[in-house]
């Protein structure tokens, strides 16, 4: 499996596992899996895309997609109904994977993500308070949603911080916070006024429903940004998964990292729930299943981000063909998928208890 | 004796609980430093405040008369490498993998390896005695084995100084003598090894210099031919005792009445 060799003076471990990549003189080592991964994942997105492109009331020909996608037979049908649709399931679904793997390296546990922990709902709760209260327009409601994510997560970090901070802790405080925003969200529904209420219930369980071109520029851009932002300090979310003490001990500034992840998560599922509502559960198994198949120590990064486009990329299609012609909310399959998934995992850390 | 590293009149504990006060220390550089004491007596404080894992409350730690909190947090971590009681190993992280993370302060943002960090890391895993395992998973490991690929992930920070806390707990006797074997032998390649142990009769044969702790305080330092004797023991640990000659390396055994 292994061996030690001379090249030059430098002795160099050869792995299976993995692939050197070299860059001027100085190398990237490459797992094999996330390599496999990768490209499975962006078949997949290719694939699943195309299914969607093709699929609505009366389905398309292959030569109509790509006639429409190389603009030699325009369709607007295509182009700008069933397009923004399939590019919106994969960056939100990258967004709540990423999102996901934050908050699970965060708590140090499988079941701390945002969803499960309640930022989705008080994302949500911050966006209903501006479409009801103040009666804002979309980048309002963002702001809204994003500041409702924070005060959530800040709420739930100081009610389970005593004596330090226990990942298990935060996910029970969570899930009980989760309750209470929801119920509020419930209660902010019924006293909103029928338009409002409509709308925001059409959006309560998540979305993708008559997402266009338009809602897709701002958010993408906010988690381009975000991704690569938290993409660049991915190194120093791996070696916080040593532990406090080495993280800090081989030179990670870990307050600084902390405050960055919780920015970052929150902003990814804010963003998220301002345009789709929220959507649960991606973020809650996304990472899991992304580790998994990549079989990379600890909650990596990009296994998350391509694991989670591609489940809500696939859960939006079966949302839009299981009661066809009524296209569902993404969020009531991803819900279902992502709930047979939480108790399964329930299961498994009761067990190791 | 030359020494790099003090802690100079630092007051150290967790918010209202102070653990210690106005304790200073010369590390001797290129030695082996044992700090001994009874549970609770500030051991593990002191070396977590050695490698800022806890900011006195007054004084300082220095390194080269520089208060360390001063360092960028990578410089210090390519000057000190700590292995603590509770390191925490990501599931599925091989043995490979987690000797790599040493080499974590060395690298810059995009984790390009250089060849130095391939060296080291070979070599961190030679030294451990761990690259059999290499390709193993660390959580499929014994305790023994496991403590010796974190030892190599140490090593593989490549720094001059070593500190660890307790590395011998829930080692069996051979994995102990095997593990103080190897930090005395990275002593004798000119590293400075400090070290929290329980045992005081190991620490009187493999250290130097020998700290003896008690309430938060220094109770006695020096080579241990020099500082153990029965009336030290009685102070520090409570327990009455005979000093013997250790049969094999002629250091001080204690020996409880």
């Not at chain 2, 209202?16 to 044992?34: C, Q």
């Not at chain 2, 993998?97 to 070979?122: C, F, I, K, M, N």
């Not at chain 2, 929290?196 to 330092?221: P, S």
């Not at chain 2, 250790?246 to 409880?256: A, F, N, Q, R």
Request: aromatic share 6%; charged share 15%; hydrophobic share 50%.
């Amino acid at each position: 499996m292994t061996g030690t060799q001379k090249t030059g003076e430098t002795p160099v471990l050869e792995r299976t596992s993995t692939v050197r990549v070299p860059v001027g003189g100085r190398a990237w080592f490459v797992q094999r899996r996330t390599i496999g991964l990768v490209v499975g994942c962006v078949v997949a997105m290719l694939g699943l895309g195309f299914v969607g492109l093709s699929y609505g009331t009366s389905w398309a020909t292959p030569g109509e997609v790509f006639g429409a996608l190389t603009g030699l037979e325009p369709s607007v049908v295509i182009a700008e109904w069933r397009a923004p649709r399939v590019v919106a399931g994969i960056l939100f679904g990258a967004a709540l994977g990423v999102a996901g793997a934050i908050f699970q390296n965060l708590t140090r546990n499988p079941m701390g993500s945002p969803d499960i922990i309640g930022l989705d709902a008080g994302a949500y709760t911050g966006a209903l308070l501006v479409m009801t209260v103040f009666a804002g327009a979309s980048v309002t409601v963002a702001f809204g949603a994003v500041a409702g994510g924070l005060v959530t997560a800040a709420l739930v970090y100081s009610l389970s911080r005593s004596n330090g901070l226990s990942g298990m802790r935060l996910v029970v405080i969570g899930i009980a916070v989760n309750a209470m925003v929801t119920a509020l969200n419930n209660w902010l529904v019924l006293r909103a006024e029928l338009e409002v209420a409509m709308a925001a219930v059409g959006w309560n369980s998540g979305s993708l429903n008559g997402i266009d071109w338009e809602d897709l520029v701002v958010p993408g851009v906010v988690i381009a940004v975000l991704l690569t932002v938290i993409g660049l300090r991915a190194s120093a979310l791996q070696q916080s998964a040593l532990g406090d003490s080495i993280a800090v001990s081989t030179g990670v500034p870990l307050e600084r990292q902390r405050l960055l992840m919780v920015l970052v998560g929150v902003g990814c599922t804010a963003t998220v729930t301002a345009v789709a509502g929220p959507v649960m559960f991606v973020a809650l198994a996304a990472p899991q299943i992304g580790r998994r198949l990549a079989q990379a120590p600890g909650v990596p990064l990009l296994p998350a981000a391509l694991t989670g486009a591609v489940l809500l990329q696939f859960a939006d299609l079966v949302a839009q063909m299981l009661l066809a012609p009524v296209s569902l909310p993404v969020g009531v399959v991803t819900t279902a998928i992502g709930g047979g998934y939480l108790i399964w995992l329930l299961a498994q850390e009761v067990r190791r208890r | 004796m030359t020494t790099r590293l003090s802690a100079q009149d630092v007051t150290l504990g967790y918010g209202d609980r102070v653990v210690s006060t106005r304790l200073s220390l010369d590390v001797p550089d290129g030695a082996f430093t044992a700090v001994v004491g009874p549970n609770g007596c500030g051991k593990s404080t002191l070396l977590r405040a050695l490698v800022r894992l806890l900011k006195p409350a007054e004084g300082a730690i220095t390194l080269d008369s520089r208060s360390v909190s001063d360092l960028p947090a990578k410089g210090l971590a390519r000057e000190l490498a700590f292995l603590p009681q509770d390191p925490l190993a990501p599931e599925g992280i091989t043995v490979h993998q987690l000797v790599s993370r040493g080499r974590y302060p060395h690298q810059s943002l995009l984790a390009l390896w250089t060849p130095e960090d391939e060296r080291a890391v070979a070599e961190a895993m030679v030294t451990a005695e761990v690259e059999d395992l290499a390709d193993r998973p660390v959580a499929e490991l014994s305790g023994g084995q496991r403590q010796r690929v974190w030892v190599a992930m140490v090593l593989a920070q490549d720094t001059p100084y070593l500190l660890l806390d307790e590395p011998t707990s829930f080692l069996d006797i051979t994995h102990q003598y095997r593990l103080l074997a190897l930090l005395s032998r990275l002593r004798d390649e000119g590293r400075t090894v400090i070290a929290v142990l329980h045992d005081i009769n190991q620490a009187c044969r493999f250290a130097d210099h020998l700290v003896a702790m008690k309430d938060g305080r220094v109770a006695a330092e020096g080579a241990a031919a020099d500082v153990v004797d029965a009336a030290l023991i009685k102070d520090v640990f409570d327990l009455p005792s005979v000093i013997v000659a250790d049969p094999v390396s002629g250091t001080p055994m204690v020996v409880p009445e």
